[in-house]
Structure formats: C-alpha cells, structure tokens
C-alpha cells in the first residue's frame, strides 16, 4: 500500500510570529512532526511540506522532508487546508501511486511512538474511508453558552437537573487535529478530509495540545521536555 504524508505550513502566523520553525523543545516546531512522519512505518511513498514560505521549505528539506511550494492563492488567511491539501496530492501523484495520505497538523507536535502507524492500521482495520484522532471526553460535563445575553446557559451532553455520574456519561470524542488519514478520492469528492466511513482514533490527553498561543507553545515546550527522555515520545 502507497501512503505518503503531506504537513502543510504557512509562513503567516499572526499568534506566534515564524511559529512553525520556531524552536519548540530544541527543535524547530515543524520538525517534531516531520521526525514522527519518518519514523512511520507505513509511510513510504514520502513526508512532504507545504509551504507558501521558503524559510520553511528550507528547514523541511533540512529535517528530511520533500518540500511542495504551495501557490500564493493557496496561501491566505481565507484559503482552506482542503485546497491547499489537494494541490500537494496533485504534485504527489505525479510521482506515484497513492492508496492514502496522513496529513499531520504540526501545531500539534506531541504524539506517541506508534500513533500515526495505529491510526493508520486503525483505518484499516474498520475499512473506513477517512479517520481523525480525537479526545476521549466521557467524563466531562460540557455547557453552552447562549447567544443571547438574556438566555440560560444550558448543559449539552447530560441535564444538569437529572445528573448523573461521570462515569456514566455516554462517551463523546473531542477532534484534536492531531493526525488524519483519508483516501485521496474522499478529497476530491468531499472537498473535505473527511468523508465516507469515517473511523476515529483516541489519543493521550496530553498529546491532544494544540499551539495557537505563547501560553500554548510554553506548555507543549514543557511537556516536550518533560517526555523527551521517555521511549514512549518520538524526539
């Protein structure tokens, strides 16, 4: 099976100024997922980066990884991922053959060992079309706010006024943005990541972080650290 990996990047970071060649834990943030795509097991056709930045590209292709110059139209602020996904599979699939792709968020660089090739074969397994890793969330009590003002809040996954224990909350699943895995036709006919059988795949709580802020980056940096001499966090 032909499984390559695509990692889009954009240069234009408004939270956090060059974030993704920031240095994150002695790396520079897009390096962690890059390392873990070519670890992979199962990706064999080739870890690419899409950037609109050559700074970037140039630490890609310094990490290891192909990089795809994404087009300036794929590269503003209202652009979709879905379009700038689709334009790496087309430089892709000029080279090759292609049975799926792993897209990789690298603004969520903690993952574990085996995540990518276990959601991979997860995917698999349950002959889905597409799959995104998720949180657990059973134990949580989830509350809405209103739109307006005037209005209750009011709980969403449980009634606040028959409450039950946590434990027996029904199991609901919060997208982490982690890691996806889709067959390149589930894009061009969804225009989507997602679509058809869709599987999900649990990870870690803590490998759920994602980086939008300083306070985010400073926190992932810490458990970077904290994990990096641990066999169960690629580094």
């Not at 099976?1 to 974030?19: F, T």
């Not at 349950?126 to 657990?136: G, I, P, Q, R």
């Not at 300083?214 to 650290?225: K, Q, V």
Request: glycine residues 6%; negative net charge.
């Amino acid at each position: 099976m032909n499984i390559a990996c695509i990692i889009p990047a954009r240069g234009g970071s408004k939270g956090i100024p060059g974030k993704n060649v920031k240095t994150l834990a002695g790396k520079p943030l897009i390096q962690w997922s890059i390392e873990q795509a070519l670890n992979s097991q199962r990706i064999n056709k080739g870890v690419y980066v899409s950037s609109d930045s050559d700074a970037i590209l140039s630490v890609a292709e310094t990490c290891g990884a192909i990089a795809v110059k994404r087009p300036d139209e794929l590269s503003s602020d209202t652009a979709s991922s879905e379009a700038a996904l689709q334009h790496c599979i087309d430089v892709i699939r000029s080279q090759h053959d292609i049975d799926l792709i792993v897209f990789l968020q690298c603004t969520s660089p903690i993952r574990q060992q085996d995540d990518i090739d276990n959601a991979i074969a997860t995917l698999l397994a349950s002959e889905a079309d597409s799959l995104l890793s998720v949180l657990t969330i059973k134990d949580y009590f989830v509350w809405q706010d209103s739109a307006n003002n005037n209005e209750s809040a009011h709980s969403v996954n449980f009634d606040f006024q028959n409450r039950k224990r946590r434990q027996d909350l029904p199991t609901q699943y919060l997208e982490n943005g982690s890691i996806y895995v889709f067959k390149p036709d589930v894009l061009a006919q969804y225009n989507n990541r997602l679509g058809g059988k869709i599987a999900l795949y649990p990870m870690e709580k803590y490998c759920s972080q994602q980086i939008d802020d300083d306070a985010e980056f400073m926190l992932c940096d810490a458990i970077l650290r904290g994990l990096n001499r641990s066999s169960g966090v690629q580094s």
